[in-house]
């Protein structure tokens, strides 16, 4: 089965940077697509980024405004969410998921595998 397990939140001020990793084991699918959510407290779970290994389709949310960048290390087997230019909103647990089967759809698809989250703090 596919394992997810995010690291690297933490405690920033506004305008700082943080670095998410996702570390991926299980995960032997040709199509997919992956991606990163958040989700505040008392707020319903919303999509940051999406990338698709099949169709090579993406999906940025508007709330990122060129701030996040979403990578990959294939040797390492790792995801990773690059967030620059942080605000106070920007709070929440992320998590990454993946989807089997290509195609972000403008982060309307459904997601099959679930991380366990990491707390991000964005303090103004």
């Known amino acids: 089965e596919v394992q997810l397990v995010e690291s690297g939140g933490g405690l920033v001020q506004a305008g700082g940077s943080l670095r998410l990793s996702c570390a991926v084991s299980g995960f032997t699918f040709d199509d997919y697509a992956i991606g990163w959510f958040r989700q505040a407290p008392g707020k319903e779970r919303e999509g940051v980024l999406c990338m698709s290994s099949g169709d090579g389709s993406t999906y940025y949310a508007h709330f990122v405004k060129g701030r996040f960048t979403m990578s990959d290390d294939n040797a390492k087997n790792a995801v990773y969410l690059q967030m620059n230019s942080l605000t106070p909103e920007d709070t929440a647990i992320y998590y990454c998921?993946?989807?089997?089967?290509?195609?972000?759809?403008?982060?309307?698809?459904?997601?099959?595998?679930w991380g366990q989250g990491t707390q991000v703090t964005v303090s103004s």
């Open positions: 998921a993946v989807a089997r089967g290509s195609g972000c759809y403008q982060g309307l698809r459904p997601f099959d595998y």
